[in-house]
């Protein structure tokens, strides 16, 4: 299975300021069909998960544009422009190239 | 506006068999490939299964064997049917639509 690590997986951060998560895999999470197949979902507290990014860098519709992604093959980034609390929860990378389907630990994102 | 409303959770010794039903609305179940993941309390994502447009499933090793996703394209409804449940299944169990879209999720709870 390919195994998603996400660090840190405690991020404090102060109102205002940026944040930035990594996530790395396993294997390269190319496709066949040419595409990078990696997701962040974000949960805040006693909700569902909530996508944000799909193929590493596209923002879903309604997202926020301080919320980005970057990177390819086996090394990706969230970054969060300038953090609000409304942002306070768990984020986590998740991989649809390889089956199973895999995530990361999560991140825990609080405010200072 | 899309809603996924899963259904069927609840308390079950191990051993014992559930069905869990997700009725959808503002999408069409046949339409893209649909999904269940789960989240044990506390802890991280899981994903447990997933049928394709075309009808092929696929299964995580945890599940295989015990687990069978399912759906009934007149009803617009995904199902899982589990059985031989064991303690380590218990979870929030969230029904998906494609990667984006996410239920509200149903708690199964095994326990004797």
């Known amino acids: 299975d390919v195994v998603m690590t996400q660090s840190p997986l405690s991020l404090p951060v102060t109102l205002g300021q940026p944040a930035s998560i990594s996530c790395r895999s396993s294997q390269s999470l190319v496709h066949s069909d040419g595409n990078t197949y990696l997701n962040w979902f974000q949960q805040r507290p006693g909700q569902s998960p909530r996508r944000l990014i799909y193929?590493?860098?596209d923002r879903d519709s309604g997202v926020p544009d301080r919320f980005s992604g970057s990177g390819s093959d086996t090394d990706f980034t969230l970054k969060i422009s300038r953090v609000e609390a409304e942002d306070v929860g768990f984020y986590y990378c998740?991989?649809?190239?390889?089956?199973?389907?895999?995530f990361g630990q999560g991140t825990k994102v609080e405010i200072k | 506006d899309v809603q996924l409303v899963e259904s069927g959770g609840g308390l079950i010794q191990p051993g014992g068999s559930l069905r869990l039903s997700c009725a959808a609305s503002g999408v069409t179940v046949s339409s893209n490939y649909m999904s269940w993941v789960r989240q044990a309390p506390g802890k991280g994502l899981e994903w447990v299964s997933l049928i394709f447009r075309g009808g092929s499933t696929y299964y995580a090793d945890s599940v295989k064997g015990r687990f069978t996703i399912s759906r009934d394209n007149s009803k617009n409804a995904l199902f899982l049917q589990m059985n031989d449940l064991r303690v380590e299944d218990a979870a929030v169990y969230y029904c998906?639509?494609?990667?984006?879209?996410w239920g509200q999720g149903t708690l199964v709870t095994v326990s004797s």
């Open positions: 998740m991989q649809g190239t390889h089956w199973p389907w895999t």
């Open positions: 193929k590493a860098s």
């Open positions: 998906v639509f494609g990667s984006g879209r």
